[in-house]
């Protein structure tokens, strides 16, 4: 494995990116900074920029059509004004990637508006290790997303839930949760694209009659495809409809979604809603958590019974389908870091060490596994990851 790591520099090489620059943005004007609040750092940003936070709170901003790296970290917390937009991201090309990392999005005074908005983003949009909590007085989800094809959630916690229309969402070792016996809305609604859910957890509201006709299941579905990797260590709960005194189940359709379940994952119901459009299969499932320059970015596989793996990293790229499944790697920078096989479900861990070279910071890093096993090959999600300090 540790040839392999002595060739990340040529990921650098054949990034095909643009020269990019740091900024440091620092709330009370540190020495060395350049800015104290985020939007004026935002608007002086050309497209793949990186913005290094430093500890304190910051405005909310609009980000439209590039993509920036916005690095942050314990104590970094984002809270716009009363009544002002919330943090938005929109119409990234296809050719640029936002990071959102290391941030905490506090609740805000803006009814019935998400604290955290991405809709017709085109690239990636990473969110890893950050914390979304709910507008204030607004019953609607603290995520919005719309028309957007790659977003990936990485480790990261979300109160009062996502709402995904037509777009393509990757929940990744992350948390959708409500406070306990909170409003009674799903923890993720999906509607006219697809859903993975990867080692998550996912907890529903409490319904309340009175505030909403709207029921929490775990998650609610419409013209989806949505698949559930993991182990035991899965959970999607139901939520509980005050009216009927009953646990909802986890999932629930509305017609023409299609849920692929891995039997390992534990949930809470029945999946009758889904007629015969359940398809149960044990599918890879791959972690990957974020490293630092002079670290390691390390991770886990959980393979298929039976199978031979091998585990790939690269550059990332918007998905391609596949006849295994959806690929995340671009081709020209794709290397492979760890070949294996099992005979049982277990865990198989692996590593990545990272030199301390200052122009990795920022960059984005995608691992996939490919198993073979005699029901055929497959492909995993992908662990999509961002180099930090």
């Given at each position: 494995?540790?040839?392999?790591?002595?060739?990340?520099?040529?990921?650098?090489?054949?990034?095909?990116?643009?020269?990019?620059?740091?900024?440091?943005?620092?709330a009370?004007?540190?020495?060395?900074s350049?800015?104290?609040?985020?939007?004026q750092?935002?608007?002086?940003?050309?497209?793949?920029?990186i913005?290094?936070?430093?500890?304190?709170?910051?405005?909310g901003v609009?980000?439209?059509?590039?993509?920036?790296?916005?690095?942050?970290?314990?104590?970094?917390?984002i809270?716009?004004?009363?009544?002002?937009?919330?943090?938005t991201?929109t119409?990234?090309?296809?050719?640029?990637?936002?990071?959102?990392?290391?941030?905490?999005?506090?609740?805000?005074?803006?009814?019935?508006?998400?604290?955290?908005?991405?809709?017709?983003?085109?690239?990636?949009?990473?969110?890893?290790?950050?914390?979304?909590?709910?507008?204030?007085?607004?019953?609607?989800?603290?995520?919005?997303?719309s028309?957007?094809?790659?977003?990936?959630?990485?480790?990261?916690?979300v109160?009062?839930?996502?709402?995904?229309l037509?777009?393509?969402?990757?929940?990744?070792?992350?948390?959708?949760?409500?406070?306990?016996?909170?409003?009674?809305?799903?923890?993720?609604?999906?509607e006219?694209?697809?859903?993975?859910l990867?080692?998550?957890?996912?907890?529903?509201?409490?319904?309340?009659?009175?505030?909403?006709?709207?029921?929490?299941?775990?998650?609610?579905?419409?013209?989806?495809?949505?698949?559930?990797?993991?182990?035991?260590?899965?959970?999607?709960?139901?939520?509980?409809?005050?009216?009927t005194?009953?646990?909802?189940?986890?999932?629930?359709d509305?017609?023409?979604?299609?849920?692929?379940?891995?039997?390992?994952?534990?949930?809470?119901?029945?999946?009758?809603?889904?007629?015969?459009?359940?398809?149960?299969?044990?599918?890879?499932?791959?972690?990957?958590r974020?490293?630092?320059?002079?670290?390691?970015?390390?991770?886990?596989?959980?393979?298929?019974a039976?199978?031979?793996?091998?585990?790939l990293?690269a550059?990332?790229?918007?998905?391609?389908?596949?006849?295994?499944?959806?690929?995340?790697?671009?081709?020209?920078?794709?290397?492979?870091?760890?070949?294996?096989?099992?005979?049982?479900?277990?865990?198989?861990?692996?590593?990545?060490?990272?030199?301390?070279?200052?122009?990795?910071?920022?960059?984005?890093?995608?691992?996939?596994?490919?198993?073979?096993?005699?029901?055929?090959?497959?492909?995993?999600n992908?662990?999509?990851?961002?180099?930090?300090?």
């Amino acid at each position: 494995m540790r040839r392999y790591a002595t060739l990340l520099p040529l990921l650098v090489c054949t990034s095909l990116l643009s020269a990019q620059k740091t900024w440091i943005v620092d709330a009370r004007g540190g020495l060395g900074s350049h800015f104290s609040d985020l939007p004026q750092a935002v608007q002086k940003a050309k497209d793949g920029d990186i913005l290094l936070m430093r500890p304190g709170r910051y405005s909310g901003v609009t980000i439209a059509s590039k993509g920036l790296s916005i690095l942050g970290g314990n104590g970094v917390s984002i809270q716009p004004a009363v009544n002002k937009a919330p943090f938005t991201i929109t119409n990234l090309p296809k050719t640029s990637k936002m990071v959102l990392r290391g941030l905490r999005f506090e609740e805000w005074a803006y009814r019935a508006k998400a604290t955290l908005q991405i809709s017709s983003c085109r690239g990636i949009v990473l969110v890893e290790e950050c914390v979304v909590l709910e507008p204030h007085l607004a019953f609607g989800p603290a995520v919005s997303i719309s028309s957007s094809s790659s977003v990936v959630f990485n480790h990261s916690a979300v109160r009062q839930g996502l709402k995904s229309l037509g777009s393509d969402l990757v929940f990744n070792g992350s948390l959708s949760y409500y406070k306990p016996k909170g409003f009674g809305f799903p923890g993720i609604i999906t509607e006219g694209g697809s859903l993975e859910l990867n080692q998550a957890t996912i907890v529903p509201g409490f319904h309340r009659p009175h505030t909403s006709n709207v029921l929490p299941y775990g998650v609610e579905a419409k013209n989806s495809t949505i698949l559930v990797r993991g182990d035991s260590f899965s959970d999607i709960f139901g939520g509980f409809d005050q009216v009927t005194r009953k646990k909802l189940p986890a999932f629930f359709d509305h017609g023409g979604s299609r849920l692929f379940l891995d039997p390992d994952v534990t949930y809470e119901g029945k999946l009758t809603s889904f007629g015969n459009r359940v398809i149960r299969r044990q599918m890879p499932s791959l972690m990957a958590r974020s490293g630092s320059l002079g670290g390691m970015i390390q991770g886990e596989l959980y393979p298929p019974a039976g199978s031979a793996f091998v585990i790939l990293v690269a550059l990332p790229m918007n998905k391609i389908s596949t006849p295994w499944g959806d690929s995340w790697l671009d081709p020209r920078s794709t290397l492979p870091l760890s070949v294996g096989s099992v005979t049982t479900r277990v865990r198989k861990s692996y590593s990545l060490p990272l030199p301390k070279l200052s122009q990795l910071l920022g960059l984005n890093l995608a691992f996939q596994a490919f198993s073979s096993n005699q029901r055929g090959f497959q492909l995993s999600n992908a662990g999509v990851t961002a180099i930090h300090n």
